[in-house]
């Protein structure tokens, strides 16, 4: 998915500072929503949104990933983002992560457990 070419008011709509909520699934089927911050990159069509491991929304997602919601509103503007979460513990994915979660928020506390769900986005939906 080229998420350049949803034009400049939604890249700058995910760069404004915004809380946003991810929605995973839980095993016995209700959704499981929380707020969260969260980075999108245009070029790769991947968000990523830091964690600690031990959180439930990280064991959602899981080794095998997991299908998921991410979305920010701001007044009438909205925008959600679908796709396939997968867990990245590796250091340089959690450091890289963590610059760009500084960068649209402020920088992190420190977490030692850290990781970071990285979704593949493969369908947006909004009004931006």
């Known amino acids: ?3 350049v070419e949803q034009g400049d008011a939604f890249a700058a709509f995910w760069q404004e500072r915004h809380l946003c909520t991810l929605a995973t699934v839980r095993p016995d089927g209700p959704p499981h929503v929380v707020p969260v911050g969260a980075t999108l ?3 790769t069509a991947t968000a990523r949104v830091i964690t600690s491991g031990s959180s439930y929304k ?3 997602v899981g080794a095998s990933g997991a299908l998921v ?6 007044g009438r503007r909205w925008s959600t983002l679908e796709g396939r979460a997968v867990l990245r513990t590796e250091p340089e994915q959690v ?3 963590e610059r760009r979660y500084a960068a649209r928020y402020k920088p992190p506390r420190p977490n030692p457990s850290r990781v970071v769900l990285e979704i593949q986005v ?3 939906l909004g009004n931006v």
């Open 122 to 124: 493969t369908r947006v």
């Open 41 to 43: 990159d245009l070029a």
């Open 69 to 74: 919601a991410l979305c920010q509103v701001d």
């Open 58 to 60: 990280a064991r959602l």
């Open 1 to 3: 998915m080229n998420l």
């Open 95 to 97: 450091a890289e992560a």
